[in-house]
């Protein structure tokens, strides 16, 4: 579940920025500061096993890629930030992000070459409104780890079945491939890559 912070009217991202505290979970979703609840254990081992094995391919591979902590994805024509739950940025396109210095914030496709969310109660929020942004932001690759599943039955099928969703930008637009139980997820980000659906989505269970 996610909270609108007591506020009387919308704040500009500079606003946002200069308010959002030290520690704590926030994003800003068209001028408005939503608190996020602190992901839970099942949440955080997917995301720690995640970062891990992405972090191993990125050294096998030599990709220049890092993982930062807290940055911030921003698109350009909206007072909206996100704070994903792992975050890949290339660094050689940093010297053309005006905000990357003083707020650890990415605003342009080049910089991220994927990007994942781990679904929660807010699954809306991944499903929609950060698919939406992050497909016009022209980030290469977005997945969205469902492994409750949360989402909409149209998301994850019928019965509903933990689901990897991974969107490829094609053009301008996501194209959308999924995986579940033992099949192996397919990246074009990372085509080397050896994970099936059931090793991140059971992790931990």
């Known amino acids: 579940m996610i909270q609108a912070l007591p506020k009387t009217q919308l704040v500009t991202f500079e606003e946002f920025i200069k308010w959002k505290p030290e520690g704590g979970f926030y994003e ?8 996020m609840n602190p992901p839970l254990g099942k949440h955080e081992r997917r995301t720690g096993f ?11 591979l030599n990709f220049p890629y890092f993982i930062p902590k807290q940055a911030l994805v921003k698109p350009a024509t909206r007072e909206s930030a996100y704070c994903p739950d ?19 914030t990415v605003t342009q496709g080049d910089s991220v070459p ?43 099928g019928e019965p509903k ?10 053009g301008d637009e996501y194209q959308i491939s999924q995986f579940k ?24 269970d």
């Open 86 to 104: 792992i975050l890949l940025i290339d660094p050689t396109n940093l010297v053309n992000e005006p905000l990357w210095e003083k707020t650890s």
């Open 50 to 60: 995640l970062t891990i094995e992405l972090a191993i391919e990125c050294r096998r």
């Open 161 to 170: 079945q933990p689901t990897i969703s991974v969107c490829s930008l094609i």
């Open 114 to 156: 994927l990007v994942i969310e781990v679904v929660s109660s807010n699954w809306r929020v991944d499903y929609y409104r950060k698919y939406s942004d992050y497909e016009e932001m022209g980030i290469k690759e977005y997945w969205i780890v469902d492994y409750q599943p949360f989402g909409a039955s149209k998301f994850v």
């Open 181 to 204: 139980d033992n099949e192996q997820v397919v990246s074009r980000i990372f085509p080397e890559l050896q994970l099936t659906a059931n090793q991140i989505l059971l992790t931990g």
């Open 28 to 35: 800003l979703h068209d001028g408005e500061i939503i608190e």
